[in-house]
């Protein structure tokens, strides 16, 4: 089969859905202009309907005018007459004042004043009893005994101190509505009217003295006890119509508009007559374009088949431009194919190092993750043994200081509680490996930690090198072990000063930034980002990938331990952040931390000086130390503070002690102890069963987060001072 008759073929595949299509559209728009033109007859009756009760409420609004009148007041009615009969004259009605039983008249503007008057209609007597005694009251159409036509009423309490005294009604000949059809001009096809709630014809704009007072259609009274609607039915003329109709809300009446059927469907007729047409029309243009397209076409394409065969025998294929873009792409295509599969070859090359690089970059990382997650364990050990030891010092030089007198002996203890502080520094560089330790941490001001470093950081480096700072104030708070922070930043720089033999330049900066996307590691959400960078020798691509190994150094024996990158990369990662290092030999090296910013306010700072040991009031302390050198020396400190001290070795023979009903006011617990129980599993146990009790923890150093609220974890080493306020604070 030739191209042209497949595009021949394909062209009618298109035109006939497409011509489909159109049909279902016509149809679809010729029912959405029948919906639009139900709905705007629906508005019209619905605004007509509040014309009507805008006529209502023009006469309510005399009769309240009426019932105000002084005469009323003093029992004049004789006066009363004479004015309502005035307005009565002129406005062709009649004004009715009656007693509240509903049945006597006391004057009638349809009668001389003091003839006798007839009684009050019963329906308009029932229709009262309908209605609060205070409310508005109109009629349905009725034949009154005095005058002629049929009427409506309007009825109005006259209130006197909340009292209703008598009712004021205002007959009306319903010829006078016939004013509102008037006004609205309706076109001569539609048919108008206003009903009753009873169904009763009170005007019509065709005819009104043959239909008015006649009742409505049965079905089109079952419509109507909608609001508002349509009805598809027989007029009272016989006319096959759609009334629309709308229900007044103050008067109750319905007002309609009924339209011929065949008057309705005539602007969607039209509508769809004129797009069926513009369609015919289009599918004839369509056709005839098609047909040209496809020789068109089926030339391009025999001179595409041309080219491919001098392609396959290797002669030169020229560009032809035939005027369609996708014919003539492929020609371009088979002209570039050699060139394009060349470069194909190239990037896949690129592509596939590229797929190494980052195989090997990633397999890197996982070493480095595993270093230092078994340098972390491994010092964390170390680390917990050192601090149990570190706290059964501190306590007992505590304890010694409270109970020595001689000046020299004071003197050495102090000494010695500061070789301890230090011993807990040290300690604590340990750590650098490990798992954060939440009762290390604090939330403090970048801008105020790195001010009072600059000394620290200044004395380190030599006259040859530029140090500039760029720290804001404006940093935001973050969350960090203060020390861990310090160490870091001052490794860093002692790295910078050593990579600049020469002298150089080293910055320090600081800044906030928010990453609104995932970046490398790194969630979205604010940081504070800290910057490190000189210019000094840098470092080879071989270097760069072993720097943060623990131990790894290119310095001279003595000269380095091969900690200091390490630590401040442990620093990053344990703060919840990450530490990008960049480097290129002779350009220098640059070290980025980005710490996340810490939802609370920065702590105040503790003072250095040793605190009073507050007093306790007797207090109950279940003290549980599996470290037999803290567990004897502890509880001393804790009775000379004023608190009575029960020790378990682990957590079972805790439990077991609280098993025994003792009082028990406070648990003291550490969170690393051999068994099955530990601090952390003790303390949810104890909140659980004994909420009374108040709980405290205490940690050398621990893998576990500790996540309980409202309980304080101390770190060893503590002081006696700092564990009694702690158990202290718990009790408040």
């Known amino acids: 089969m030739r191209i042209r008759t497949r595009l021949l073929l394909l062209v ?8 489909l299509v159109a049909g279902v559209g016509i149809a679809y728009l010729y029912s959405e202009e029948r919906e639009f033109h139900r709905e705007n007859m629906r508005e019209t009756a619905r605004a007509v309907a509040l014309v009507v009760d805008k006529e209502v409420a023009r006469r309510e609004a005399l009769l309240h005018a009426l019932a ?9 009615f004789e006066r009363f007459y004479r004015h309502a009969h005035a307005l009565a004259a002129e406005r062709d009605v009649a004004i009715i004042l009656h007693k509240t039983n509903g049945v006597d008249q006391i004057i009638n ?54 009292k209703v005294l008598y009712y004021l009604v205002m007959g009306s000949y319903v010829k006078q509505l016939q004013a509102v059809f008037d006004e609205q001009r309706f076109p001569q096809e539609w048919l108008a009217g206003i009903v009753d709630r009873d169904g ?129 792409a492929v020609n371009a295509a088979i002209v570039q194919a050699g060139e394009d599969i060349r470069s194909a070859r190239t990037g896949l ?81 340990l750590a650098a490996f490990g798992r954060v330790q939440d009762a290390r941490l604090e939330t403090i001001e970048p801008h ?19 140090f500039r700072l760029d720290v804001p104030q404006a940093l935001w708070p973050v969350t960090v072990d203060p020390l861990q922070f310090e160490l870091a930043l001052l490794n860093l720089t002692i790295n910078a000063r050593d990579a600049m033999p020469d002298g150089g330049v080293l910055q320090l900066q600081a800044a906030n930034e928010t990453l609104p996307r995932h970046t490398g590691e790194l969630e979205p959400g604010d940081y504070v980002r800290l910057t490190v960078a000189d210019n000094g020798e840098g470092m080879s691509a071989d270097v760069l ?34 530490l990008v290092l960049r480097s290129r030999p002779g350009e220098g090296t640059q070290v980025v931390i980005y710490l996340p910013r810490s939802e609370r306010t920065a702590e105040p700072r503790r003072s250095p000086r040793q605190a009073p ?9 279940l003290f549980v130390e599996d470290d037999p050198l803290v567990r004897n020396v502890m509880p001393p400190a804790l009775q000379s503070a004023g608190f009575r001290v029960l020790c378990a070795a682990d957590g079972e023979q805790a439990l077991r002690v609280l098993e025994t009903g003792e009082h028990i006011d406070l648990l003291f617990t550490d969170i690393v102890m051999p068994g099955t129980i530990n601090g952390i599993d003790l303390a949810q146990r104890v909140r659980n069963r004994y909420p009374d009790v108040r709980v405290v923890l205490a940690t050398g150093y621990t893998e576990q987060r500790v996540q309980i609220p409202g309980v304080r974890t101390l770190a060893k080493p503590y002081g006696v001072s700092q564990a009694v306020g702690a158990l202290l604070e718990a009790l408040a």
Request: aromatic letters at 6%; proline letters at 6%.
């Open 12 to 19: 009618l595949a298109v035109l006939v859905p497409a011509f």
């Open 613 to 621: 040991v507050p007093r306790a009031r007797r207090e109950m302390v």
């Open 545 to 578: 990938a072993k720097a943060l190994d623990p131990f790894f150094t290119t310095k001279s024996v003595g000269k380095g331990s091969g900690m200091g990158l390490p630590q401040a990369y442990g620093f990053a990662r344990q703060s919840g952040g990450l």
């Open 448 to 466: 105020r930690q790195l001010m009072e470093m600059i000394p620290l950081l200044r004395s380190g480096l030599r006259a040859d090198i530029d």
């Open 349 to 429: 090359e690129q592509r596939v190092a590229e797929a190494v690089a980052s195989a090997e970059r990633s397999q890197r990382a996982l070493l480095q993750a595993q270093k230092l997650e078994a340098l972390g364990r491994l010092t964390g050990g170390i680390a917990h043994d050192f601090n149990n030891v570190l706290q059964t010092l501190t306590t007992g030089l505590e304890l010694a200081h409270l109970r020595s007198t001689e000046p020299l002996a004071r003197s050495a203890l102090e000494s010695s509680k500061r070789a301890v502080e230090r011993a807990s520094e040290l300690t604590r560089q």
């Open 109 to 162: 503007t349809r009668l001389p004043y003091g003839a006798p008057l007839p009684p009050m209609l019963p329906v308009a007597q029932k229709l009262r009893a309908q209605y609060p005694p205070e409310a508005t009251v109109v009629t349905n159409l009725y034949k009154p005994p005095v005058g002629k036509g049929d009427s409506f009423g309007i009825q109005v309490p006259v209130i006197r101190d909340g």
């Open 200 to 328: 009763t014809l009170l005007a019509r704009n065709k005819e009104p003295e043959k239909f008015v007072g006649k009742p409505v259609r049965e079905d089109f009274i079952r419509a109507m006890r909608t609001e508002d609607g349509f009805h598809e039915g027989m007029t009272l003329s016989g006319i096959r119509a759609t009334a629309f109709f709308s229900r007044a809300p103050n008067s109750g009446w319905t007002f309609f508009v009924s339209v011929p059927d065949s008057v309705l469907r005539r602007p969607a007729e039209e509508a769809a007559l004129l797009m069926t047409g513009i369609a015919m029309a289009l599918f004839a243009l369509t056709a005839i374009a098609a047909a040209a397209v496809a020789r068109r076409t089926a030339r391009s394409v025999e001179s595409l088949r041309r080219a491919a065969e001098r392609l396959g025998h290797g002669e030169q294929v020229e560009l032809h431009h035939t005027g369609t873009l996708e014919i003539d």
């Open 68 to 76: 105000g009148s002084p005469a009323l007041d003093r029992g004049e």
